[in-house]
């Protein structure tokens, strides 16, 4: 038997809502995650604490998120390397459209955290 599915709503960075359907096993490994980013990521003098609420995902997909949750889940165990911090642009209205991390950013929300790592990757401001 199938697990519950969620889908999971969210605004791009022109502004546009999506939804991507996630399966319940994929929800619950999430909520699993500490809310402790060096546990994840690595340590890097040029990343900023961004809260999630400025971030604007790019894109969504199942697979990837799938994907990201496995690898946050061995880097949490020392398994493989940390991640990079999320790659972000910075835009006109003072949110931040990610470049690339959409997946991880996905896991992040689901597991309830503040804000992740990034490093702004252009500095300038696009609409």
Same mark, same amino acid.
């Given at each position: 038997?199938?697990?519950?599915? &969620? =889908?999971?709503? $969210?605004? %791009?960075?022109?502004?546009?809502? =999506?939804?991507? +359907?996630?399966?319940?096993?994929?929800?619950? *490994?999430?909520?699993?995650?500490?809310? %402790? @980013?060096?546990?994840? $990521?690595?340590?890097?003098? *040029?990343?900023?604490?961004? @809260?999630?609420?400025?971030?604007? *995902?790019?894109?969504?997909? @199942?697979?990837?998120?799938?994907? +990201?949750?496995?690898?946050?889940? *061995?880097?949490?165990?020392?398994?493989? +390397?940390?991640?990079?911090?999320?790659?972000?642009?910075?835009? =006109?209205?003072? &949110? &931040?459209?990610?470049? %690339?991390?959409?997946?991880?950013?996905?896991?992040?929300?689901?597991?309830?955290?503040? +804000?992740?790592?990034?490093?702004?990757?252009?500095?300038?401001?696009? @609409?």
């Amino acid at each position: 038997m199938a697990g519950k599915t &969620f =889908h999971i709503e $969210f605004a %791009d960075a022109d502004g546009v809502m =999506h939804a991507v +359907a996630i399966g319940e096993d994929i929800v619950e *490994q999430a909520k699993e995650l500490l809310d %402790d @980013p060096s546990k994840y $990521f690595t340590e890097n003098k *040029q990343s900023i604490l961004i @809260p999630l609420s400025s971030l604007l *995902q790019t894109r969504a997909r @199942p697979k990837g998120i799938a994907n +990201a949750i496995g690898l946050m889940r *061995q880097a949490y165990r020392g398994e493989i +390397a940390r991640r990079s911090p999320i790659s972000v642009i910075a835009r =006109h209205d003072g &949110f &931040f459209a990610v470049e %690339d991390g959409n997946s991880t950013v996905t896991i992040a929300r689901l597991a309830g955290w503040e +804000a992740v790592p990034c490093i702004l990757k252009s500095t300038d401001i696009v @609409p």
